[in-house]
């Protein structure tokens, strides 16, 4: 399974040892499809990294369907938080900065029943973002309502800033490309375990495809004049390969769910998907899959006295168990408030103390017990769990006037995480790199520490190597370590998610990336760093080849007056440069000021010793090139 995401450029500064630079982005577009033109598509929403430009900080599409939401893909929104996301609306180029409206976001709704199937299928693969503020003179897209718009053969439209070709080349601006939708059954023969949440489109020659970037993007149908939203850009087999369709999440299907979490009343209801029959995944600290709560107590949710927590009972047969600390005695009430009917127990790490269907109101349960110190759970369910299911909240309270509350911070260094943490470049399976989280307690209350987990598309590429303490004492920190050790030549996105008993960020998601390089072959002819860069007259030409995708090249050359230096490349490939002084220090860099895809430096410098550094535009590229270096 190949997942549409979009890899992002980054910045790798190397040391004395390894003082070249890199810049990489796996950024480019539609396979097989043609430029879009501006306004053509107004409701094409980009996200984006929160600070960072949009070239660099695009990962994913979506669509606008409201003035108040967008809807994407649920693997673009794993670790997507209102501080580290961004949406650019009625996004086109992407090197403008002119181009759409960028927007905060508020809030981020996941569907219960997101996962990756035993086959590597991500069922209900969408998500919804709400903004921070309406848009305004941009039309929204309308959804499906009706089977008879997506039947076989129907031609529709994909739309992206994903790549050309499996592994091709970047384009910042808009594209599309026309694909038939497929029928379920060839949809199945070419990929097992499918249901009615995919929608299967493409050529079973291959050829046209939506690809890597792409992901959270649009499938549109054009239905009497009108576009209409078909289907979400989810994964697929490469790229536009034979007999390898497009996989989209089915908005027809999904369509309930949107509107619902929207708070719009759906006037063409369609019955939801059966559920999939493929197992549950194997349970993590604080959920179990896509559950919200967990169904353990070694899952349970950590809960502070007092409190109150949201919860749902997503399916028949669900329940949540939460638990919750006591340092020395008190009278506790664990309730639930809302409309769904719930039936509530209250147990010690050793025995159950108390039941309750409907002592509160509204048929809520409701228990008050004398506690010692100790640990508590709380398990909520439906009174009829077979057939009942719904959201609730669930309230703890003490007699005592402050029990304290604990808080978490967390540090990287002395710098306060909150957004994105990169791992940089690495060789794959040689290279590795480990980062270290300190877990801090400011507040006046244990903070209880769940176990943390790693989410996200390509999780398997990072590790835990070292748990932080479940118990951290106000004032106290504890530490957690991540290493990243990448298995292939890509851009990597996964999270890290803490959970805890803090009241505001019980769950804590610190967003994780890095790019895995590809080996330098053993007769690479130019040297990848300071150490072993290639001497070189000034001026001169001096012919030079990326041996593979993600090789660097650096040249040293010396000049022995203030002068006036011009540094190009030319090549049938796309290149990047980075002109260094003697320390390693970045005066410069260039992408496209040459001719066609290559760079061009221009710097009046004093007399000393500089160094270059060529590398492709993004880890894909590899090829042959001139370095010209002049000076005047």
Request: aromatic content about 6%.
């Amino acid at each position: 399974m190949i997942l549409r995401l979009n890899s992002r450029r980054s910045t790798l500064i190397l040391s004395v040892a390894l003082s070249a630079a890199s810049l990489a982005q796996n950024q480019s577009r539609i396979v097989g499809g043609n430029q879009a033109s501006d306004g053509d598509y107004p409701w094409m929403t980009a996200l984006v990294e929160k600070g960072v430009d949009a070239v660099n900080g695009q990962f994913c599409g979506a669509a606008l369907i409201d003035p108040n939401w967008i809807v994407t893909a649920a693997h673009c929104a794993e670790g997507v938080t209102p501080n580290n996301t961004e949406v650019i609306v009625g996004a086109y180029n992407l090197r403008d900065s002119q181009s759409g409206q960028r927007i905060a976001i508020t809030e981020v709704k996941i569907h219960s029943g997101y996962r990756e199937s035993n086959e590597g299928n991500l069922d209900n693969d969408i998500a919804l973002f709400r903004l921070a503020r309406p848009v305004t003179n941009v039309g929204t897209i309308s959804l499906v309502s009706a089977a008879n718009q997506i039947t076989a053969g129907t031609t529709a439209t994909a739309i992206g800033f994903g790549l050309t070709s499996d592994g091709g080349s970047a384009s910042s601006t808009l594209r599309d490309v026309e694909v038939p939708i497929v029928s379920q059954s060839a949809a199945n023969a070419a990929y097992s375990g499918l249901n009615d949440t995919h929608l299967a489109a493409g050529l079973a020659a291959g050829g046209r495809d939506s690809c890597q970037g792409d992901s959270g993007g649009p499938l549109v149908v054009n239905t009497n004049g009108q576009w209409a939203l078909a289907g979400i850009t989810s994964f697929g087999d490469g790229c536009a390969r034979p007999g390898a369709y497009g996989v989209y999440a089915n908005v027809l299907t999904l369509r309930n769910w949107i509107l619902t979490q929207m708070g719009q009343p759906n006037p063409n209801p369609t019955p939801d998907p059966e559920p999939n029959p493929t197992p549950d995944p194997e349970p993590f600290p604080g959920g179990d899959g896509n559950d919200d709560h967990g169904d353990e107590p070694d899952s349970a949710t950590i809960v502070s006295v007092p409190s109150e927590t949201n919860g749902a009972l997503e399916e028949s047969f669900d329940f949540d168990v939460f638990t919750f600390d006591l340092s020395s005695p008190a009278t506790v009430t664990v309730e639930t408030l809302g409309s769904t009917d719930t039936y509530g127990y209250l147990d010690s790490e050793f025995e159950e103390l108390a039941a309750d269907d409907s002592s509160g109101s509204q048929g809520n349960f409701r228990i008050t017990e004398e506690l010692e110190a100790g640990r508590y759970f709380v398990y909520v369910e439906a009174f009829d769990p077979s057939t009942q299911v719904g959201s609730y909240s669930l309230k703890v309270s003490s007699d005592r006037e402050e029990i304290g509350v604990a808080t978490l911070e967390v540090y990287q260094g002395d710098s306060a995480v909150g957004g994105t943490v990169d791992f940089g470049h690495q060789v794959v399976n040689s290279g590795s790199v480990t980062e270290t989280f300190t877990l801090l307690n400011p507040g006046n209350a244990d903070l209880l520490v769940n176990a943390a987990r790693l989410a996200g598309a390509d999780r398997q590429e990072f590790a835990i190597t070292a748990q932080p303490s479940d118990r951290v004492e106000p004032g106290r920190s504890t530490a957690i370590s991540i290493r990243y050790n990448p298995s292939s030549p890509d851009s990597h996105r996964a999270a890290l998610v803490i959970l805890s008993n803090d009241p505001d960020q019980g769950r804590f998601v610190v967003r994780l990336t890095g790019t895995g390089i590809a080996p330098a072959s053993n007769d690479d002819d130019h040297g990848d760093d300071m150490s072993t860069a290639t001497l070189v007259d000034a001026p001169s030409t001096v012919e030079g080849i990326l041996d593979v995708g993600g090789d660097v090249d650096v040249f040293s050359f010396e000049i022995d007056r203030k002068a006036k230096v011009i540094i190009r490349t030319r090549s049938d490939i796309d290149t990047y440069g980075i002109l260094m002084n003697g320390d390693g220090d970045i005066i410069a860099e260039n992408d496209d000021s040459g001719s066609g895809f290559n760079f061009r430096l221009r710097r009046r410098l004093p007399a000393g010793v500089y160094y270059v550094a060529v590398e492709g535009w993004d880890d894909s590229i590899s090829g042959d090139y001139d370095l010209n270096i002049r000076v005047r």
